[in-house]
DNA sequence: CGCACTTTTTGACTTTTGTCAAAAACATTC
DNA sequence: GAATGTTTTTGACAAAAGTCAAAAAGTGCG
């Protein structure tokens, strides 16, 4: 699907705001673990996933590579508090799959918030996905054992444990790939 | 402060639309140990904190008592899981100290966001404030140890520690009150 | 197929955190 | 200031998760 696809089913949209976003909006390609956006540099830009899965990750102390967050299809993402603090992200963002994507630069999001007021509607929706799924993962990381995480993204996001590395998986809920493996054998049962 | 002195400091807003807040927010005082919003309803209301403290908590499966979060002074808070995708509110709201509230039901804050559009950039102001919120919370969660969440929240708040007792902060932090209470002696040292 | 490479699992051990209960410290009230 | 209740600390032990390294399983390719 396109991003204004997308948008309108959040609330309808006029064929003049669709076509502006349409304009400013530019498709990309990505291969199969190419860098979307390099930590360290301030992210201008907002994502829309048409396919593909994309994976925040940054280096810990110890260099070692930490999975932050996924993204997969129809998704709008960003490293947003780089953009809304204007520092540089914690965060790249890699391409797990051969991925499209549709990209927007943020300072012409901003320029169509202001020329269309309708999209303030679909801003707040986006906004709101975004809380409620980082207050979902505050309670699992906050309340759930290991072996309950991994329960929870089985039960939730299969999909995303038969696309991407165990050692990805393991980092993202906060655990080591040994545990992750062992906690594994053990639900298998 | 009043709600609307903080908010136009946000954006200026316009005479008329400070008023309407004014007029339906009402100002209401709860005293220390007072529930200000039980678990199981739907959280129909925003609340700005004037003064006082104010805990989410919850009973957990062992019918435990787990502190999610804390709002202090000057912020905007509500259960807004619960109100956007009505369902009952996981968390009781207390207050941890006598405080001064002004509540404003949601219903007639989107009234007023539909009558004065200016009021969307607060809006999402306040939102962006809570995602950046949470996201500094997962990061503390899924990277740091027990003792570095307890320095970094003895460094970023330490007004909260001492205004709250050791057990609220311990499952706050997703820990033990008696492995707090150690790393808080190794801490001091 | 066989080789090189990557990912996952397993074993032995360590560290961190949790549990439960009692003691100590602190507060409050009469 | 003794008596009561609450909160914090501590001790002894248990469980959960981490570490490191090697073995096993899986993948891709000439």
Redesign the pocket.
Known sequence: MKPTEVLSQITPLSADCMQAIDELTEQKHYTKGSIIHPSGKVCKHLYFIESGLLRFFYHDRDAKDVTYQFFGENLFTSVINSYYTQTPSLYNIEAMEDSSLYVLRFADFEALLSRFPELDKVYHSVLREFLLSAEQRIISLQFY???ERYRNLLENQPSILQRV???HIASYL????????????KVRL
């Open positions: 054992s290991a072996e590395s165990l050692g906060g655990i080591n790939q040994a545990t992750l493996s062992r906690v594994r054998s």
